[in-house]
């Protein structure tokens, strides 16, 4: 059971404010002195999260063997990260996140044998990427300096069922063992890096347990494996702004599951062919495809029949995932008249489609008599979207219509 304590500005922290028999401290408060709350005793989980602390981390919190769970996040500590915390053998979760830290982490870490949960996002730390130790399940390094190539030693950690290494420096290939190995890796966040090469495949077939996937903003090259049409549980695919070359994923249609795809500013080309099933993509709200080389007419059948889009089965919640340790809703960004905007949460009742800066000729289907109005102007060379919205319950924004080029909204 945890002792939770507020305290007000001109409060004095007292160590007897913990009552004994309670294994964590809580803390919320404005701004408290950090000295006297690293000298608390016998405590097992430490939650200082979002408290405006400053200064740095005391060499005391290293001899609190018994600490389980220390959590910082959302303040304003500076410095680097003490090797002693690597002493810390029993420590379960490690939030760091949000705070001015820099520096590299010490590989020290790899010896919290038990760690579960590491997160150092958006901070200031340098150099490469540090090694997480075999137990983690979670691990959240975006938004810092991280540079160089993602270690192969990464392979040996076979838990991990979130990586977040987005908005980094990281160079070089995504590992093909990073997705064999962590067979119940569900998020894979690695955004915004100068990452090459091609997307790995997926051997485990019968395993894969993807569900979030966001590599946008880097260079990759090549196709998207066929193999990843097993990857059954995959909700958001987002694979903008990259250098990938291939015909329109058509393949991804039968996917039960997946809400977002993302595709814009690559070099995927040729004609779309018309949908092999009745209902393609049944779930999908979220389609972009702007800023490519398609060619022909865009098959009406796909927007009559995306299920989901036409309001089938839809329902106002928001695409979310989470374990004990991690919760992350979904996000990815559109562009609205030349504005990318970043949209998270991701509200299942949005509907998003682009087909913009392509070389698409014919005309817009029809519009069907559903919440979806797509107004029936000629498409050549689309150049933007034309977004008008309905507000339905407050919470949906479902009505977007296509303008062709030089037509004004």
Known sequence: MCAESAFNYTSSLKTASWKQGTDCFILKAPSIPTAPLFSLHHVRRLYLGGNHLTGTI??????????RVLHLMDNYLSGTILPCLGNLSNLVVLKLGLNQLEGSLPRTLANCTNLMYLNVHENMFDGFLPIPPVTAE???????KFSGEIPSSFCNVTTLVLI????????GKIPQCLIIVNTNLAMLFLAKNRLRGPIPEILARKN???NTVILSQ??????????????????????????????????????????ILVLRANK????ITSPKFIHPFPVLHILDISNNNFIGTFPSQYIANFNYMMGGDKGQGLLKYSTET????????VIYKGVQMQLSPIREALV???????????????????????????????????IKCEEQNNTAVRLFMFRPEGHAC
């Open 138 to 144: 979670a691990y959240a390094a975006s938004g810092n």
């Open 352 to 386: 998003v489609i682009d087909l913009s800066h392509n070389h698409f000729q014919g005309e817009v289907p029809k519009e069907p008599s559903s919440p979806v109005n797509l107004t029936r102007q000629r498409m050549v060379d689309v150049s933007g979207l034309c």
């Open 208 to 210: 894969c347990s993807l």
């Open 268 to 271: 995927f080309h040729g004609p």
């Open 326 to 333: 991690w919760s992350e809703s979904h996000y990815t960004t």
């Open 218 to 259: 880097n260079h990759l090259q090549g196709k998207l494996p066929r193999s990843w049409a097993s990857c059954k549980q995959l909700e958001v695919l987002d694979l903008c702004d990259n250098e990938l070359e291939d015909s329109f994923l058509s393949w991804l249609e039968t996917l039960p599951n997946l809400h």
């Open 164 to 171: 977040d290494m987005s908005d980094n420096s990281l160079t």
């Open 58 to 67: 005391p060499s005391s919190i290293c001899r609190k063997s018994s600490l």
